[in-house]
């Protein structure tokens, strides 16, 4: 079994300041962790993923993420939070191999305050 | 390069009624998604597809029924609309399995209301 928990469900910044969106999961397998955007109105769209080679991933837009196995985690951040930041992130747990499943989280909702 | 399209947007549908939600991808990936997203609650996977003619059940099909004629399109029949199923359904598409780390890639969604 597995499952993610993205522990806030609205996280509000200023413009310009860090930005911190937690994501645990629990997995029997070795899983991938996916950070999935959403913006108003649109699909979801990749922002970085994780399978097994570095834990430090970089993503598109100044975002990264770090698998941290003893943690179980894998929080998303970015130093400095523009205005079009503000959207709703999703984190998102596969395996594979004889069991494929993808569990997404129930969404982190940004909001970027001028 | 379109990715994945999703017709229509937006549909009101009365409780009873059929619908078809059209999926059509063009970067000729064999693996095929549908997602419902509900408010507050995470995609929940409806029906997926591995290749023509290969369907599969998801964590949430009951209601809903799919074909795979073509490695582009992936409709998704709605044979008798319930409140329940007023929601908004992703497709998705990915180049392998999505359980096996793969990126899919979304379409922009259709919004369903049943009155």
């Known amino acids: 079994a597995q499952s993610v928990t993205q522990l806030d469900s609205h996280v509000s910044v200023s413009e310009g300041t860090p930005v911190l969106l937690r994501c645990n999961y629990s997995?029997?397998?070795?899983?991938?962790l996916f950070w999935y955007v959403q913006h108003p109105n649109k699909g979801l769209q990749l922002l970085l993923k994780?399978?097994?080679?570095?834990?430090l991933v970089k993503g598109i837009n100044g975002f990264e993420a770090e698998f941290k196995k003893s943690e179980t985690s894998f929080h998303l951040t970015k130093p400095s939070a523009h205005m079009s930041d503000a959207a709703e992130y999703f984190c998102v747990v596969s395996v594979g191999g004889s069991y494929q499943k993808v569990t997404f989280g129930t969404g982190t909702k940004l909001q970027v305050i001028p | 390069n379109a990715g994945v399209t999703q017709t229509p947007k937006f549909r009101i549908l009365k409780i009873g009624q059929s619908m078809t939600l059209q999926c059509t991808q063009d970067?000729?990936?064999?693996?095929m998604y549908w997602y419902r997203q509900d408010p507050g609650m995470g995609l929940k996977l409806i029906y997926y597809?591995?290749?023509?003619?290969?369907?599969d059940k998801g964590e949430v099909p009951n209601g809903y029924n799919v074909s795979r004629s073509t490695t582009e399109d992936f409709p998704l029949r709605l044979e008798l609309a319930a409140p329940s199923q007023t929601s908004v359904y992703f497709c998705a598409s990915s180049p392998g399995l999505a359980g096996g780390g793969e990126t899919q890639y979304f379409g922009p969604g259709t919004r369903l209301l049943v009155l």
């Open positions: 994780y399978t097994s080679a570095a834990t």
């Open positions: 997995s029997s397998y070795s899983p991938s």
């Open positions: 597809s591995v290749g023509a003619g290969i369907t």
């Open positions: 970067m000729n990936h064999n693996y």
